[in-house]
């Protein structure tokens, strides 16, 4: 079992900055690709990044060059650089943990709540 927590939401105003945190626990954390999912009001959960265990990234395009994932596999934590902060950014974010990159996630977080307003 992986227990993951994300931290680090809230409201900012739209241009902003925040970053989310995951921290991981239980079983080893550095084999798992690690990924952050967002869901909006009204819309299904949609995949927002990701990183493999070797580091290798992945972004939906709607996020390109302005969200960076991370990880420090000895502090079990992966994160979420966000920048350049819209309103369409709004949502829930989930951190989830995956065996490798096209699998399903085998264990979740409960989610970080992310509001862009003014």
């Known amino acids: 079992q992986v227990q993951l927590v994300e931290s680090g939401g809230g409201l900012v105003q739209p241009g902003g900055s925040l970053r989310l945190s995951c921290a991981a626990s239980?079983?080893?954390?550095?084999?798992?690709?690690m990924k952050w999912y967002r869901q909006a009001p009204g819309k299904q959960r949609e995949k927002v990044a990701g990183?493999?265990?070797?580091?290798?990234?992945n972004y939906v395009d709607s996020v390109k060059g302005r969200f960076t994932i991370s990880r420090d596999n000895a502090k079990n934590t992966v994160y979420l650089q966000m920048n350049s902060l819209n309103p369409e950014d709004t949502g829930v974010y989930y951190c989830?943990?995956?065996?490798?990159?096209?699998?399903?996630?085998?264990?979740w977080g409960q989610g970080t709540q992310v509001i862009v307003s003014s």
């Open positions: 989830a943990a995956a065996v490798n990159w096209g699998a399903a996630p085998a264990y």
């Open positions: 239980g079983r080893s954390f550095s084999p798992y690709t």
């Open positions: 990183i493999t265990s070797r580091g290798t990234t």
